[in-house]
């Protein structure tokens, strides 16, 4: 099977979830989306990470992202696991789990997505078959995949940065700048290389040129 790439169509399927069978693509509609896997059920790690992409449901709405996670275990066990999810999560704020989670124990979906870990010998399940790793897929309205992050199942994500390659990528659709080192949502952008100077003037009026190829400009954003 290749590997998935950025600019690949995100692979189409149908999964039972905590909020009902869905197509994944009838799913994502015309928003964005964040596909991200979790080792497994009733960890600790994963538990503070779902808890957080909770809490955080209000930062994916404004930004037209809708957010599902999926790992290698039945919807019976996610059922009973998004309340300890709650509970637990809600020490920290109030935390509802309202995102679905793929049930995936045969491992279709988590196959189709290279999503299973090859290396950590701890990360299995009673019979030997491997969990998920920590994946993230950020999909577009078109279906095209537009970031992928792969970590191990020791350290928990950053959400903070998934939500910042986001407003990065959905900003370049908009305008025609790339984003800095470190770069967050209201601060100045890169001019893409593939505007002339002449454009630049006017397009970015404000812009200012530090090397020939190395063009800064405020940009104002809703
Ligand atoms: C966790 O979520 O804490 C975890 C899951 C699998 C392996 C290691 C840690």
Redesign the pocket.
């Known amino acids: 099977m290749p590997a998935l790439r950025l600019g690949n169509t995100a692979p189409n399927f149908e999964a039972d979830t905590t909020q009902g069978h869905i197509t994944f693509h009838d799913w994502i509609g015309d928003s964005w989306a964040v596909l991200f896997s979790?080792?497994?059920d009733f960890?600790?790690?994963?538990?503070t990470e779902l808890a957080e992409v909770a809490r955080r449901a209000s930062d994916f709405a404004q930004r037209n992202v809708k957010v599902i996670g999926i790992s290698a275990n039945g919807l019976e066990e996610h059922e009973k696991w998004v309340k300890d999810i709650n509970e637990w999560g809600s020490k920290v704020g109030p935390t509802d789990v309202g995102f679905p989670i793929i049930a995936d124990a045969d491992r279709k979906i988590s196959t189709l997505y290279d999503m299973l870990d090859e290396q950590?010998a701890?990360?299995k399940d009673a019979k030997g078959l491997p969990?998920t790793i920590r994946t993230v897929f950020v999909i577009d309205p078109k279906k095209t995949i537009r970031l992928t992050i792969a970590y191990p199942?020791?350290t928990g994500r950053n959400f903070d940065e998934i939500i910042r390659v986001i407003d990065s990528l959905q900003i370049g659709d908009k305008h025609r700048v790339t984003t800095p080192v470190n770069w967050k949502k209201g601060e100045d952008v890169i001019v893409h290389p593939s505007v002339s100077n002449e454009e630049a003037k006017t397009l970015f009026p404000e812009h200012t040129v530090h090397k020939p190829y190395l063009r800064t400009t405020p940009l104002k954003v809703e």
């Open positions: 979790h080792p497994g960890t600790p790690v994963c538990t950590d701890t990360n969990f199942a020791s």
